[in-house]
């Protein structure tokens, strides 16, 4: 089974604070997602990877910046937060090369911004 | 407009009843898949079906292609069957990104 953890898994940030989510998978995947969830949207995509090194615009990539340091690591960074960016968040990992492949979700990190 | 919409929003049963929810999108999916996210909001992948009937277990999926919709039935069901059910569309095989609809709520009372 894929493991896709996150840190932190709660976070309360100021607004025009800067906050950095991470993200770590130890099953050597190529791909690597981060989204938000917010009720009445359902899951939308930000940022996502294809490798070390590399960050593509999701749906939504306004306020985010991602960084893929290395294989196993993605993080969303958030530089200048707004109240509006409170919500939950879940990174995921994956190849994708058929039908048949998938994605493997983190636990999710709730980010609240007063 | 939304590209994946999911119905029922929500469905309440009794426990042993079936389930029955629909996804249905506007636009050529190369994937498909169903999740199935907790109470607690964990998200894992139940099965991935961009065409065709697919069996796993109590779950059954049905996908029809050229008609842009998709089916999960759910067999005798249970009160560990409650949470949300999500459809998520591909539209293209090497990107991996995925497209959500906004789930279907499904509470199984005992």
């Known amino acids: 089974e894929a493991a896709v953890t996150q840190s932190p898994r709660n976070k309360v940030a100021v607004t025009g604070g800067k906050v950095t989510l991470s993200c770590n998978q130890t099953n050597n995947h190529n791909n690597m997602y981060w989204y938000r969830q917010d009720t009445g949207h359902g899951l939308r995509l930000i940022h996502y990877?294809?490798?070390?090194?590399?960050?593509e615009k999701g749906d939504i990539p306004d306020g985010y910046k991602a960084s893929r340091p290395s294989q196993e690591n993605f993080s969303l960074i958030l530089e200048l937060a707004t109240p509006s960016q409170t919500s939950v968040y879940f990174c995921?990992?994956?190849?994708?090369?058929?039908?048949?492949?998938?994605?493997?979700f983190g636990p999710g990190t709730r980010l609240l911004v007063l | 407009g939304q590209q994946v919409q999911q119905s029922p929003a929500s469905l309440v049963l009794q426990e042993g009843e079936n389930a029955e929810l629909q996804c249905n999108f506007s636009?050529?999916?190369?994937?498909l898949q169903w999740f199935y996210q907790s109470p607690g909001g964990s998200l894992v992948s139940l099965l991935s079906?961009?065409?065709g009937t697919k069996h796993t277990g109590r779950l059954t999926s049905t996908t029809v292609t050229k008609e842009r919709r998709s089916s999960l039935h759910i067999s005798s069901s249970q009160t560990t069957d409650s949470g949300t059910y999500l459809c998520a569309i591909a539209l293209n095989y090497n990107q991996g990104k995925l497209i959500f609809g906004q789930g279907t709520k499904l509470s199984i009372k005992p």
């Open positions: 636009s050529t999916a190369t994937q």
């Open positions: 079906n961009p065409s």
């Open positions: 990877s294809y490798g070390a090194g590399s960050t």
């Open positions: 995921a990992s994956g190849d994708w090369g058929g039908p048949q492949d998938t994605q493997y």
